[in-house]
């Protein structure tokens, strides 16, 4: 049995103490704030009185078969601990300011094609598919050889996989002209760039490997949980409790200490320090010159939608211009025709009323002078033309909502990098980028999340987290 210091409690901490806590280990977990879960848990004050709730960073699951391994290894079956639910349509993209609708419907290769040739003629459900083949095989090299298998300083890990796969997942092709090689209509091509846009890369950039993404969410499902994704988190922190993680909220740690060439644990920012065999540290953090945030407006409303679904993405005119101003380096402001994904829970708010979320990627947060594309989101002047944008842009697109708000609440970069420490609160969210080798140089240092192997999103850090518990004890 080890002695463990795990650093932060999002989804990747939360779920190596418990897989580590299983195995007989002694695990204290340290988390600055005073909030399990990181980006993913309830906005604070929102189950206030009037019955409004919502929840702040992730809203779907793709694979959940991450989560469903963690829980049952752990203790008991995750459907014993949260109601999952499918998502179904997993997607209705609007475009052309709501002239034109696609509902994906969920876990339906036949069913997806049919709904893309309904919606933009003949021969689209055909170039939908070749793209899902494409992500197919991609999936099936990259599993093995890239998503289950830890990075080790020596043995670094590449998303290609080995010289024979070079084909598959061809390195050197980026999404942008592989997704314009595939697919013709120029509204399904923006549908399958907003995989990269949502998990922070930029399309024009990001690799061909985002492909696995929408084969992942159109093979295993989209998925929720009732009550918000965030009850996941907490249940998750049920387990770690259970299992007899010892938990120091409020603690935020410095820096890992070192004694005879490896790690002996942590120092504290209060001073105090804890004695570790091993320390696993949460890399979340990405880059804010880089990597874009998210903004979150809350719309608690008045009325209800007949047939609104739970996911809707709603494209700008032209989806091209998006990535130009969320990644270009002479860009200024906020992008003017993002892409707004507007989630409509059913059961999140009281009778004869909707609760809703808006995310939108924007420049993540920096004051005056900051590298890169960044804007002061603690200016009021910043966040009120945001939240009259997002407004504005609801209207055009055809999901008019001011005259029904009851009150609204806006969640910025700058917010986000207060509750998680994500300097600039920038999200990195992609499965596929890969990050830090979990096991670092210095013997006794692990890590696991978003900036870790093999990468961002739930998922990602899920999967992170099973090998780093593996590697753990390994010589
Ligand atoms: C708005 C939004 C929407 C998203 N949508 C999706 C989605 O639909 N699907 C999806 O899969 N992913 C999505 N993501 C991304 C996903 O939430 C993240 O990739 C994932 O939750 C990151 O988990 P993590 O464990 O790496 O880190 P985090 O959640 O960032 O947690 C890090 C934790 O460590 C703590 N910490 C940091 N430094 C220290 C320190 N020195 N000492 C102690 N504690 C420390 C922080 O307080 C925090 O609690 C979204 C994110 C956001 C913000």
């Not at 890992?256 to 949460?282: F, I, K, N, P, T």
């Not at 005259?403 to 970069?413: F, G, I, N, S």
Request: net charge neutral; hydrophobic share 45%; charged share 20%.
């Amino acid at each position: 049995m080890a002695r463990i210091v795990v650093v932060g409690a999002g989804m990747g901490g939360l779920a190596v103490a418990a897989r580590l806590a299983v195995k007989r280990h002694d695990v204290t977990l340290c988390e600055r704030s005073d909030a399990a879960g990181g980006m993913l848990r309830a906005v604070a004050g929102t189950d206030a009185a009037d019955g409004f709730s919502f929840t702040s960073g992730p809203a779907v699951l793709t694979l959940p078969a991450v989560f469903r391994d963690l829980f049952l290894k752990t203790g008991a079956a995750l459907e014993d601990c949260v109601d999952l639910v499918g998502v179904d349509p997993t997607t209705r993209c609007s475009f052309d300011r709501g002239a034109t609708v696609v509902d994906i419907p969920n876990a339906t290769r036949a069913g997806a094609a049919a709904a893309f040739e309904a919606a933009f003629g003949a021969g689209a459900g055909a170039d939908w598919n070749r793209l899902m083949d494409r992500g197919a095989a991609m999936w099936g090299v990259m599993r093995t050889g890239f998503f289950e298998v830890p990075a080790e300083p020596d043995k670094p890990r590449s998303p290609a996989g080995g010289l024979k796969d070079f084909r598959t997942t061809m390195p050197w092709r980026k999404l942008r002209p592989f997704v314009r090689g595939t697919l013709r209509d120029p509204r399904q091509r923006a549908h399958a760039e907003r995989f990269a846009l949502d998990a922070g890369l930029d399309p024009r950039r990001a690799p061909a490997t985002v492909a696995v993404l929408p084969y992942l969410e159109q093979t295993f499902g989209l998925w929720t949980v009732r009550g918000g994704l965030h009850t996941m988190a907490e249940a998750l922190h049920a387990r770690c409790l259970d299992l007899g993680v010892k938990f120091r909220m409020g603690t935020e740690v410095a820096e890992v200490s070192e004694a005879g060439g490896r790690v002996d644990g942590v120092v504290l920012a209060d001073g105090g320090r804890l004695d570790a065999d091993a320390v696993v540290w949460e890399r979340s953090a990405a880059d804010p010159a880089a990597v874009p945030g998210y903004l979150e407006l809350h719309l608690a409303l008045r009325g209800r939608t007949a047939g609104q679904p739970y996911r809707t993405y709603l494209f700008p005119d032209d989806p091209a211009a998006e990535a130009a101003a969320l990644f270009g380096t002479d860009a200024d402001g906020l992008p003017a025709d993002p892409t707004l994904c507007v989630l409509a829970p059913p059961d999140r708010a009281p009778e004869g009323h909707e609760a809703w979320t808006v995310q939108v990627r924007v420049p993540a947060h920096g004051t005056a002078g900051a590298p890169g594309r960044r804007l002061d989101w603690t200016r009021p002047d910043l966040r009120e033309s945001a939240v009259q944008t997002v407004l504005d842009l609801m209207a055009r697109r055809g999901l008019p909502v001011a005259d029904r708000l009851v009150r609204h609440e806006l969640r910025t970069p700058a917010d986000l990098e207060q509750a998680v420490g994500a300097p600039g609160g920038a999200v990195a969210a992609s499965p596929v980028a890969g990050g830090q080798p979990n096991r670092s140089p210095v013997p006794g240092l692990y890590a696991v999340g978003a900036s870790a192997h093999p990468g961002g999103g739930l998922i990602g850090v899920g999967m992170g987290a099973a090998s780093v518990a593996e590697l753990i004890g390994k010589p």
